[in-house]
T-cell receptor
Framework: GQNIDQPTEMTATEGAIVQINCTYQ??????LFWYQQHAGEAPTFLSY??LDGLEEKGRFSSFLSRSKGYSYLLLKELQMKDSASYLC??????????WGAGTKLIIKP | IAGITQAPTSQILAAGRRMTLRCTQD?????MYWYRQDLGLGLRLIHY???????GKGEVPDGYSVSRANTDDFPLTLASAVPSQTSVYFC??????????????FGAGSRLTVL
């Protein structure tokens, strides 16, 4: 079956770095997405990886290893506003998104 | 402001009642989607539409129906609501199913409680 695994919750300190891991198993693969969702709000797009390697976008970076079925989202210089859930999603051969349950990130001062 | 509008924001509904959640986008996106989000679970696709006039079933379509009469509107109907349909419902849209990244834009969500 198709499956996405990511930690349920993580805690980090303001100003620090945190890495949120995601492993996936899908029927075929057409890209890996990260979305951010603040409590009570809609998910918003953060990053997209389809080739192996690191994609950097400001304080956020996303990494993909297709051979390992693995991705991570790296957040640097954490700010209180980064407290949110981070959703990992993989797109399968039918271009359907398979979503993880999300990782709730708690930032402490 | 370009985006997706969902209505109602929240609703409490008696079991057995019919309910339509409305979704309108003004970005001229081809594809639209309905997801439900439940605690501890990932977003689950209910129905989708790749273009106006066509619809398809997602992962959890039972008890729901959709229509796509035009590009902008994609209503979701619960014919006879049951308590297990208590959830937060998100409508989303994208330019096209297999166009590059095909980033989803989400509406603000509709919180539905079925008693």
């Amino acid at each position: 079956g198709q499956n996405i695994d990511q930690p349920t919750e993580m805690t980090a300190t303001e100003g620090a770095i945190v890495q949120i891991n995601c492993t996936y198993q899908t029927s075929g693969f057409n890209g890996l997405f990260w979305y951010q969702q603040h409590a009570g709000e809609a998910p918003t797009f953060l990053s997209y990886n389809v080739l192996d390697g690191l994609e950097e976008k400001g304080r956020f970076s996303s990494f993909l290893s297709r051979s390992k079925g693995y991705s991570y989202l790296l957040l640097k210089e954490l700010q209180m506003k980064d407290s949110a859930s981070y959703l990992c999603a993989a797109r399968d051969s039918n271009y359907q998104l398979i979503w993880g349950a999300g990782t709730k990130l708690i930032i402490k001062p | 402001i370009a985006g997706i509008t969902q209505a109602p924001t929240s609703q409490i509904l008696a079991a057995g009642r019919r309910m339509t959640l409305r979704c309108t986008q003004d970005m001229r996106h081809n594809a639209m989607y309905w997801y439900r989000q439940d605690l501890g679970l990932g977003l689950r696709l209910i129905h989708y539409s790749n273009t106006a006039g066509t619809t398809g079933k997602g992962e959890v379509p039972d008890g729901y129906s959709v229509s796509r009469a035009n590009t902008d509107d994609f209503p979701l109907t619960l014919a006879s609501a049951v308590p297990s349909q208590t959830s937060v419902y998100f409508c989303a849209s994208s330019e096209g199913v297999d166009t590059g990244a095909n980033v989803l834009t989400f509406g603000a969500g509709s919180r539905l409680t079925v008693l």
